[in-house]
């Protein structure tokens, strides 16, 4: 989904040389806002998309503040802003158009700039494969980084089995990065790298040779399809937070409010699932 909105206008102060500094110039914006998938005909509700009025005068409340020299600067600016107010907005193009004034040769100039959010994820790991459980769960991580930029890897825990009990042990950890991709286009990335590793769901809670959870995705609450973000067991799950614990304890859930540390020491006073701390190369 896209919203575009054209000709925000405002009189500003913008140029390189002298005779532009103490004289205002018309400035028109331009915007092309790209948002989350999300079923709106179903949802209906202003809370899924981004007020169009609260956008406008946001933008136009930025443009007198900065005495930039360049428009391209400008543009550079204001996306970085809208990104920063608007978490429902993943991608930004802004256009900014001035008259050419003072002897150019040329109707006017207009310059572009796109921004793409960088959203930080969370995402958990396990593994209890018969050959090297631990090497699987490396393998996932470092096959991630092409989609997952600035990796910080948690702690390695070997955990007891959770449902189906008669199977080995496994060896869980926990990430966090940044991503330019949606939720559903990592999920879709997630489900590749364990298909090209050899997993197959042929038994729920089974053994399998990697597992590979989206557990928080910047702040977001997201329902779609077989996506549920934030990951609606992950505050049940002790081999899950005490990884998470080591690298993002301050992360605090969108719905429960409490951070990552707060729901790990709940958790132990009444379930714990992890039989101790394993030494691994990073």
């Known amino acids: 989904m896209k919203i575009k909105i054209k000709g925000i206008s405002e009189e500003i102060i913008i140029g390189c040389y002298e005779h532009e500094k103490n004289q205002l110039q018309p400035i028109i914006v331009d915007l092309e806002c790209s948002l989350f998938k999300y079923n709106w005909f179903q949802a209906d509700r202003l809370e899924t998309t981004v007020n169009y009025d609260e956008l406008i005068n946001f933008v136009r409340g930025l443009l007198p503040e900065p005495k930039y ?26 256009c900014l158009t001035k008259p050419a004034l003072f002897g150019i040769n040329a109707q006017e100039i207009k310059v572009c700039y796109t921004h793409t959010r960088k959203f930080k994820v969370a995402l958990a790991l396990g593994s209890n494969h018969v050959y090297l459980p631990q090497q699987q769960v490396i393998t996932a991580i470092e096959l991630l980084g092409e989609y997952i930029e600035d990796i910080t890897i948690g702690g390695f825990y070997k955990t007891l089995p959770v449902g189906v009990i008669d199977q080995n042990n496994f060896i869980n950890t926990a990430i966090s990065g940044f991503t330019k991709l949606s939720p559903d286009k990592l999920l879709g ?9 050899g997993k197959e769901e042929t038994q729920i809670n089974g053994p399998r040779i990697i597992d590979i959870d989206l557990i928080f ?66």
Do not use: C
Not at 75 to 89: R, T
Not at 189 to 197: A, C, G, R
Not at 249 to 272: C, F, G, R
């Open 69 to 94: 020299n360049l428009l391209e600067s400008m543009a550079q600016y204001i996306a970085g802003e809208v990104l920063q107010q608007f978490s429902l907005i993943r991608k930004i193009k802004i």
């Open 189 to 197: 990335k997630i489900k590749t790298i364990e298909k090209l590793m």
């Open 217 to 282: 995705f910047d702040d977001l609450t997201y329902v779609q399809n077989f996506l549920q973000i934030p990951h609606k067991e992950m505050h049940n799950r002790d081999f899950v937070l005490a990884p998470l614990v080591d690298i993002a304890a301050d992360w605090v859930h969108p719905i429960l409010n409490e951070s990552v540390k707060d729901l790990n020491d709940k958790l132990q006073s009444t379930n714990t699932n992890i039989i101790g701390k394993v030494e691994y190369y990073k």
